[in-house]
């Protein structure tokens, strides 16, 4: 158990299969397994996955869900207030300007937990309007808002819609 833990210990990000073929690969006796071998590995909590249509009573039931999570996987107040910050930057804009005109569309908000890190993404369908280069006075500022927020922020747009990724790592 002490040689498993030594080779899960130095995780950082990896995929749970990625773990995995560390685990079989660091355990394996010298002359292989002798026989077929079974390896379970559980992720507390579960991933967060949400799927709503795109009207903002939908924030603070996502935002709630979001604080309970990130409750539950042990993050620190004042980074779970920081992860709000930024998904809700990215869930209004894909409220307001994915699904302007298409207000029935459906945006889905996942989140997963790692050895040392959030990965939050928030995805629609629609498409958005290209942002200006300067903010006005009182709106435009929330992709600067999330870039400050999160270690980093990657925005996919094509056809089908946008998918935001944030990731951060805990502290």
Request: glycine residues 10%.
């Amino acid at each position: 158990m002490a040689r498993a833990a030594d080779l899960v210990g130095g995780g950082g990000s990896r995929t749970r299969d990625d773990v995995a073929d560390a685990l079989m690969a660091g355990l394996e006796p010298a002359g292989g397994y002798p026989d077929d071998v079974a390896i379970l590995l559980y992720r507390q909590p579960a991933p967060l996955a949400m799927d709503f249509t795109a009207d903002v009573r939908h924030l603070a039931p996502s935002r709630a869900a979001l604080r309970t999570w990130l409750s539950e996987v042990g993050v620190a107040p004042a980074q779970i207030q920081d992860m709000l910050i930024a998904t809700g930057e990215a869930v209004a804009n894909a409220i307001e300007h994915g699904h302007r005109a298409r207000p029935e569309g459906i945006i889905s908000l996942r989140a997963i937990a790692v050895v040392d890190g959030l990965h939050v993404s928030v995805i629609d369908s629609g498409v958005w309007k290209t942002p200006h280069r300067v903010p006005s006075e009182h709106r435009g500022r929330g992709l600067s808002l999330m870039r400050c927020l999160v270690q980093d922020l990657s925005i996919h747009s094509n056809d089908a819609g946008t998918t935001v990724h944030m990731y951060a790592r805990i502290t």
